[in-house]
């Protein structure tokens, strides 16, 4: 995990909340990345971000909003949009061009 | 569209013995391959990477086999030990496109003792 906080490890919300996930890394790291993972399957990516205040879409970004006012600190928001957000969420960090690096991870359940 | 396709989706393996995992890719302009190895509860680690300019790329008991004509690569874990158990993840990804990363789905692999 190094450097790379994920909290809570565990979250618990009710169906039409907002949530907010925390990532913060000090190993001052460019880029940063948000996954989600689903019982038995790989990773898919949400949002990532290259640069501060900058942040593209991934792969499943509806219900999802991220920003990144900080280098060190990446937050995702679960939105009420989102139709199915339980689920185990990564965070990751890299230097441009090179390996990323995961966070310990934060897993949601909402009822 | 899956654009890397892992096998098996799990995997038994005697103490001692090799685990095979295979990965397919379909974009020919991912030019970085890394292995993740993730324990349940915990998130991913790096375990080793490769470039399509070398065909194997060897670390301790873990070796990357490479074929860039078959659009395949594969880890081989050798001499498995039960603390090998655990899931593994092969994944893509283009510098292009920001190093974003593509998994493949998983493999689970048990070292039995």
């Known amino acids: 995990d190094g450097g790379i906080t994920q909290s809570p490890k565990y979250l618990f919300r009710k169906e039409g909340q907002n949530v907010t996930l925390s990532c913060e890394q000090n190993l001052n790291h460019d880029a940063m990345y948000w996954y989600r993972q689903d019982p038995g399957q790989g990773l898919r990516l949400i949002y990532y971000s290259q640069i501060v205040n900058d942040f593209q879409k991934g792969d499943i970004a509806e219900g999802y909003s991220v920003s990144r006012e900080k280098k060190e600190s990446f937050p995702l928001t679960v939105t009420s949009a989102q139709k199915n957000p339980t689920a185990f969420y990564l965070c990751?960090?890299?230097?441009?061009?090179?390996?990323?690096?995961f966070g310990p991870g934060t897993r949601l359940t909402v009822t | 569209q899956q654009q890397v396709k892992q096998s098996p989706q799990s995997l038994i393996v005697q103490k001692g013995g090799i685990s095979i995992i295979n990965c397919a890719y379909e974009n020919t302009a991912f030019d970085y391959f890394p292995w993740y190895q993730q324990f349940p509860g915990k998130g991913p680690a790096l375990l080793i990477a490769?470039?399509?300019?070398?065909s194997e790329k060897k670390e301790g008991r873990f070796t990357i086999s490479f074929n860039k004509s078959a659009k395949q690569f594969s880890l081989h874990i050798m001499d498995s030990q039960p603390g090998d158990s655990a899931t593994y993840f092969c994944?893509?990804?283009?510098?292009?496109?920001?190093?974003?990363?593509?998994f493949g789905g998983g493999t689970r692999v048990l070292v039995k003792p």
């Open positions: 994944a893509a990804s283009t510098k292009a496109a920001g190093n974003k990363l593509t």
């Open positions: 490769i470039r399509p300019d070398v």
């Open positions: 990751a960090t890299s230097e441009k061009d090179r390996e990323q690096y």
